[in-house]
């Protein structure tokens, strides 16, 4: 069996991944339309067979129809979330911290700016779906309240990718801001409830699991 390896890419402040076992790979994340070449030149060298977006805001979706269309893959997220791709505010977003309030006024303006190209999943991943048939040691955790289609990726029961359930911005924390924080906040403690991880994240560093509320 090819080994696992997660590779993190930095899309300006958000991260996209790839996870490779031998030349099979899954792409996790599109990012921004200024770092589409940078993310499919880090693609190229594989057979990436799928993408999976973790919620549907601007910044982690932008370039899911210009890499699926050069990729010739198919593109999964959670069916919660497919509301969010013509416009994403509809789904509003609150948040309480200083720094969640000053995230959340430049991600309002970007909502409202920035223009997703028209693309349509064929894959809709729901919790403890699987993504062996693409090749990857995989399974879809859902994590509602960022978003209300907001998912993760357990890969291996030794890593987790949470999209922005969590971030690590300036430090690690429960997701700055939120659609439901009720279901944020129990997300955030089924992802510590998961025992001994790495956590990635969509914004910042990865770092070990932990109380997250």
């Not at 790839?18 to 499919?40: F, H, M, N, S």
């Not at 919620?55 to 210009?66: E, T």
């Not at 000053?102 to 894959?123: G, M, N, Q, T, Y």
């Amino acid at each position: 069996m090819p080994t696992l390896k997660i590779k993190r890419m930095e899309a300006g402040n958000v991260n996209c991944y790839l996870l490779t076992a031998g030349k099979d790979a899954v792409l996790v994340d599109t990012g921004r339309e200024k770092y589409r070449d940078k993310v499919l030149g880090a693609c190229l060298d594989y057979n990436v067979r799928l993408i999976v977006l973790t919620h549907g805001h601007v910044d982690h979706v932008q370039n899911a129809a210009y890499l699926a269309r050069w990729l010739q893959a198919p593109i999964a997220m959670h069916e919660a979330d497919l509301d969010l791709l013509p416009d994403n505010c509809m789904q509003p977003l609150t948040a309480e911290t200083p720094v969640g309030k000053a995230v959340l006024a430049l991600s309002v303006k970007s909502f409202r700016e920035d223009v997703i190209p028209e693309f349509h999943p064929s894959v809709f991943l729901k919790e403890g779906d699987t993504l062996e048939r693409w090749g990857i040691p995989a399974r879809a955790v859902e994590l509602p309240g960022h978003t209300r289609g907001s998912i993760g990726l357990d890969i291996a029961e030794k890593h987790l990718l949470v999209g922005d359930a969590l971030m690590n911005m300036l430090y690690p924390t429960a997701s700055l801001l939120y659609n439901d924080r009720v279901e944020m906040l129990a997300s955030a403690r089924k992802i510590a409830g998961m025992g001994e991880r790495t956590i990635w994240f969509g914004h910042g560093k990865p770092a070990a699991n932990r109380d997250w509320v």
